[in-house]
């Protein structure tokens, strides 16, 4: 193990949405910050959809901005769908929700990571949590490199030895086309935490091509939905539709016929899910 030359106050494990706003947090506040990932061109990726926001969701969007974090004005910036969910009914329900441009979303954030001072982006594998007694000094990675900190945020999202199920098969990884990070949960359990695990589910992609948006019902973006009180300049000048569809008897049938080959249903895992964006068998 070659220990690195830098010590850092803090060093935060995972770039993906909480990693992002936890590295640019504490640089913001004055600490020598170094943030962790497996990818630097997967920073703050939108893994399940390219949502931001939406009832209860959108909130903490906004409390976030206010107190000065970056999910808000970065979705402001790259964002092709605006809408105000529950406008006819009083202001504490009301939401914010936008459709982002996934690919820009996450340039968007890199880039202002990389410009934030006392902030250094690298890309290695965590391993290990690294304690001195009792208290932390740091980590170590796959690659034989050791980082010491004050203290360090573990931000690793789906990827601690996650397992992704399609259908009835099932493999490692941390999200479609990562691997997981295995040895991590192993370190905290030799360390004395409690290890479980956590159910997500991600709708799967269709073709556009395949669809005919005809016989869809057109849903136009709302005007002057914003996340940030700040002024953010779009990057993007333009905006698109969503869709909403039905499902109909045929398609309930469908997911009756093949309920034995979800996961969740066949018993291979066990969980609850969602209460505001459950799956079709759901």
């Not at 893994?47 to 979705?75: F, Q, R, T, W, Y």
């Not at 459709?99 to 990389?114: G, P, T, V």
């Not at 016929?257 to 066949?266: E, G, I, P, Q, T």
């Amino acid at each position: 193990m070659w220990k690195y030359p830098i010590k850092y106050d803090v060093i935060v494990v995972g770039a993906g949405h909480a990693g992002s706003e936890a590295a640019h947090a504490s640089s913001k506040m004055g600490a020598k910050t170094l943030l962790l990932t497996m990818n630097l061109d997967t920073i703050a990726k939108a893994s399940c959809n390219p949502s931001i926001g939406g009832i209860g969701k959108g909130h903490i969007v906004k409390e976030i901005d206010a107190l000065g974090g970056i999910m808000g004005k970065i979705a402001d910036k790259t964002g092709i769908h605006f809408r105000m969910l529950n406008a006819s009914k009083g202001w504490a329900v009301r939401a914010p929700r936008a459709q982002i441009d996934k690919a820009h979303y996450s340039l968007e954030m890199k880039k202002l990571l990389e410009n934030t001072p006392n902030l250094e982006l690298k890309q290695f594998t965590v391993k290990d949590i690294l304690c001195e007694n009792g208290c932390v000094i740091g980590v170590s990675t796959i690659e034989g490199v050791i980082f010491e900190a004050k203290s360090v945020i573990l931000s690793s999202g789906t990827f601690m030895k996650g397992l992704m199920h399609i259908g009835d098969s099932n493999f490692s990884g941390g999200r479609s086309g990562d691997l997981s990070s295995n040895t991590l949960s192993t370190s905290l359990k030799n360390l004395g935490f409690e290890i479980k695990r956590l159910k997500t589910g991600t709708p799967p992609r269709i073709h556009k091509r395949s669809i005919d948006f005809s016989k869809l019902e057109a849903q136009h973006p709302d005007d002057n939905v914003r996340f940030s009180y700040d002024d953010v300049e779009q990057k993007l000048n333009f905006k698109v539709p969503c869709y909403i569809s039905y499902t109909t008897k045929e398609t309930i049938e469908v997911v009756k016929r093949d309920l034995d080959k979800s996961a969740l249903f066949s018993g291979k895992i066990e969980g609850v899910g969602p209460r505001y964006c459950p799956s079709i068998e759901d």
